[in-house]
């Protein structure tokens, strides 16, 4: 199973970029790296994902490794209401299918 | 619109007093799932369901049980509750199995759960 890591929490000083890593070292070639959030104790909300290129939306960017072992999202101007907990995850395909969700970056944007 | 809605979002029970949390999706998706969050331990998943019919244990499935009869329901069976079976509970749903390009997953609004 691939697993993710991410540094528990981070700040980000409103209207600037926000860059939260994620390293993935045991993803395999067609695994995709999925972004959530969760706002408070709301569900997660989807954000992005991709393979190997790089992928943007009206949200933000993820910028996957050449090597695929890690992968950055950026909200390119964080707001206030950017702030909470962001989830990079990898599913599992083999044997079970999961989303391991894990702890998550706690992203806190200050004004 | 395309939602994934749970009942009761809030409740507060009894220990030993059976409880059904419901979950319906309006999206003809085939995988459905139930997760449980708690303080410092992230989203971890209780059952998952690849279609009709189709139930897999997730990480943490004691004191669980789900069925899936209908495509669209995903109820979550509490037989015996117990006070550390008290979290917060999220349903989800995804077209497709995890893996598949693009399979975004929706999730409930969340139910939370007491039991005394």
């Known amino acids: 199973d691939a697993k993710t890591t991410q540094p528990p929490s981070m700040d980000c000083a409103e209207g600037r970029a926000a860059n939260l890593p994620c390293n993935h070292s045991?993803?395999?070639?067609?695994?995709?790296v999925y972004w959530y959030r969760q706002i408070h104790s709301q569900g997660p909300q989807y954000i992005i994902h991709?393979?190997?290129n790089n992928e943007t939306n009206e949200m933000a960017s993820l910028i996957i490794t050449e090597d695929r072992k890690s992968s950055t999202l950026i909200l390119p101007h964080a707001t206030l209401r950017d702030t909470a907990v962001y989830y990079c995850?990898?599913?599992?395909?083999?044997?079970?299918?999961?989303?391991?969700f894990g702890t998550g970056t706690r992203l806190k944007v200050l004004a | 619109e395309a939602q994934v809605t749970q009942n009761p979002r809030y409740l507060i029970t009894v220990t030993g007093k059976k409880l059904t949390v419901t979950c319906s999706q309006n999206?003809?998706?085939?995988?459905m799932s139930w997760y449980r969050q708690d303080p410092g331990l992230g989203l971890r998943q209780i059952y998952y369901?690849?279609?009709?019919?189709?139930?897999d244990k997730g990480d943490v499935p004691e004191g669980y049980k789900v069925s899936r009869k209908e495509k669209r329901n995903f109820p979550l069976i509490l037989e015996s509750p117990s006070p550390n079976q008290t979290s917060l509970y999220f349903c989800?749903?995804?077209?497709?199995?995890?893996?598949?390009?693009?399979?975004?997953?929706?999730f409930g609004e969340g139910s939370w759960l007491t039991v005394v």
């Open positions: 989800a749903s995804s077209l497709f199995f995890p893996g598949r390009s693009g399979n975004t997953i929706y």
């Open positions: 045991t993803i395999s070639g067609n695994e995709y």
């Open positions: 991709g393979l190997k």
């Open positions: 995850i990898v599913p599992t395909t083999s044997g079970t299918y999961k989303y391991i």
């Open positions: 999206m003809n998706h085939e995988y």
């Open positions: 369901s690849m279609n009709v019919e189709v139930t």
